[in-house]
């Protein structure tokens, strides 16, 4: 019996919330206007220091046909292209 009257009780005293939650609002009621602000506004300008021809770039990437195994064969041959340098010990000597 006290469950069941505390349980009463809590549902009443949360009755005045819901129902001020649900109440209808009016449509005519004034809303402030929102102000209009550009994601871009706080961006940094000027990031790149030089432009390049986009023309030149673009032949340049459509030199690899076949796509990253072009890259690969690519970077091998300059690899065996370049001077070799000889590998320096922990104590600094050859």
Not at 65 to 87: F, M, N, S, V, Y
Request: aromatic share 6%; glycine share 6%; net charge neutral.
């Amino acid at each position: 019996m006290k469950q069941t009257l505390l349980s009463l009780c809590g549902a009443l005293a949360c009755l005045p919330l819901a129902a001020h939650a649900q109440s209808p609002t009016d449509p005519a009621a004034p809303v402030p206007s929102v102000q209009y602000r550009s994601v871009f506004k706080d961006t940094p300008t000027g990031v790149e220091t030089e432009t390049l021809d986009w023309k030149a770039a673009n032949a340049q990437v459509g030199q690899f046909l076949r796509g990253h195994i072009d890259i690969l064969k690519w970077e091998a041959a300059q690899q065996k292209h370049a001077p070799a340098t000889p590998a320096a010990t922990e104590s600094g000597k050859p």
